[in-house]
Each structure stands twice: as structure tokens, then as C-alpha cells.
């Protein structure tokens, strides 16, 4: 955990910097034209879990990817004739599409919340982009404030919320949209995820196709759905100290696994090993996974949260 927030210049020496801290798993924010968003080398797995930490989300909801071009946009989803149509329409601009990740590509599980999809934008504020090109990979991040606040449209805002808690942020003045990214669902038929700056109606006209207006709730919130992307074929069962005849044991601390989230307690090593421990102890057959107790608080409400999705009974 960093101790001071520095703020960097939006210049060659605060991008330099900027992407070092990035290449080093820490935390920059930075502007776009939409609100300050709070980055991290979207395929380091303890660097997109300190994201949540430092936010203190209780839950892992799925990330947007900043990338610095269409093309390279595409070497992490499955592109489609709409996402060309609008891509080449709307980037740079506050546009988010979601796409199918594209298999293979390297970005960590906790970015997409272990979905199929992937959020993945191309911002336009220049300052942006330069940080991207200089750091050359994708970045995953949510909007710069701590969960449950106002997102940040200029650098003091996020440090107001965010002081202490990330390595730096870049001052780039104020956002000029303000208002967050249109979230387009292109998994499918063209369905709108949210509203934001880029109105529904002009990607209608470019499309030459109605979106459908089904609301991010209920695309992402709708119990059935969660229960069905994050379930794994084997039977959980929480707060577990032993295993029973026929488990696999996730670990945690002192409670000793086949594979453990931590051994030390570490609570965003833990996040970061979630989705990837869970895949592996699925894949060895056994009929359930027992699972050791996770302290519910920091990362360990969004650890539980996502445990108890889990454990849930199937439908
Ligand atoms: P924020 O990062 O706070 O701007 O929020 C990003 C939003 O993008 C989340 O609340 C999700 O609803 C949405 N999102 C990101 N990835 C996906 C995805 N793979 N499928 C559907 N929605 C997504
Ligand atoms: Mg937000």
C-alpha cells in the first residue's frame, strides 16, 4: 500500500512514470474524457485485485479495458461487422463495447468477473491515450472514487477519495464529457448495458439496427445469470475448516488447502487467485469444493460475495 499519492504532469516524464508504476502492478489514475479512471495492467491479477481494495467495492463487477486502438482492441475480443461499424464510427470516444473475450487473450479473470465478455474501450483524451501507447498493454479501469461515491472529473477529486490508497494519478485537468461511457452489448443483438455519452439513438442510426434497452441491471444483476457464469460444475461449500469424502479444499490462512487463496491471509493475493483456484480445483473432478472461511471485510466481502454466488443452488 503506497503511503503518499504523487501527482504526476501530463507530460513525457509523468507518462514515463506512470507506465513504470503500471509495469510494477501499482495504481495510476488518470483522465479521459469521460471521468477519471483508476488503472491497472489488466493482465496482472494482484494489481486488478488492489483496484477493488483501493475502492473498496463489495463485489467484483467486470472492468473496462482501455486500449489504445481498434487493432489492438481486437487481439482481445472476438471483433464482429457491428463492432467494426461502430468502432470506426465512435473510437476515440466514450464508447465501451462488449464483446466475446477472445480465447487466449491475456487479461485476468477479475477483470471480466470470470464472464465470456469483455468491456473494452478506445478513449480520446489525449492524455489518455498517451499513457496508453507508452504503456503499450491493456489498462482495466473503473471510474477513479471510492464505491459508492460521485465519480472524479478532475485530479483533486480523486485524490479527495483516493489520497494514500493508489500510487499516483495524472492531472490532466477536468473531464470534458463528465458523464461515463455508453456501454454497447455486442456478445449478441446490439443491447444497450448503459446510457452515457454516446446517445442510443445515434448508434441506432449507424447500426441500422434497434438496440435493445434491457438496463445493465438485468443483464448483469439478474440472480439466475450471476448463479450460471460463475458456478463451477463441482458443489461449493463455505466456511469449510476440513474437507469430507470426495472435496477438494481451496485454502485460506491457517485452514490449509489443496491450493489456498493465501497462506498468509493476504486478502488481495486471495482475490487475485479466486477465479484462477477455483477453475483449477473444478478441473480435477472432484465432486465438491470445500472452502476454507474468508474474513468478511475488506477484499473479503467482494471474496465472499462471489463465493456465496458459487455455492448458490443451481437452477
Ligand atoms: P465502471 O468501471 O464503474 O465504469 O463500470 C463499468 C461497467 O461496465 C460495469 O458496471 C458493468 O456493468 C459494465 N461491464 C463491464 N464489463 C462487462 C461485461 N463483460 N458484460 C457486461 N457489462 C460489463
Ligand atoms: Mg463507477
Redesign the pocket.
Known sequence: MPNATETLQADAQGFARAAAIWRAGGLVAFPTETVYGLGADAANDRAVAAIFEAKERPRFNPLIVHVDSAERARDFVDWSDAAEIVASAFWPGPLTLVLPLRQGARVSPLVTADLPTLAVRVPAHPVARALLAEFGGPVAA??A?PSGRI?PTEATHVLAGLDGRIAAVVDGGACPVGV?STILGLAGDPELLRPGGVPVEVLEAALGTPVAQRGEADALTAPGQMRSHYAPGARVRLNATERQAGEAMLGFGAVAGDLSLSETGDLVEAAANLFHHLHALDATGAAGIAVAPIPERGLGRAINDRLRRAAAPRD
Do not use: F, K, M
Open positions: 473503473p471510474s472514487n465519480s461515463e
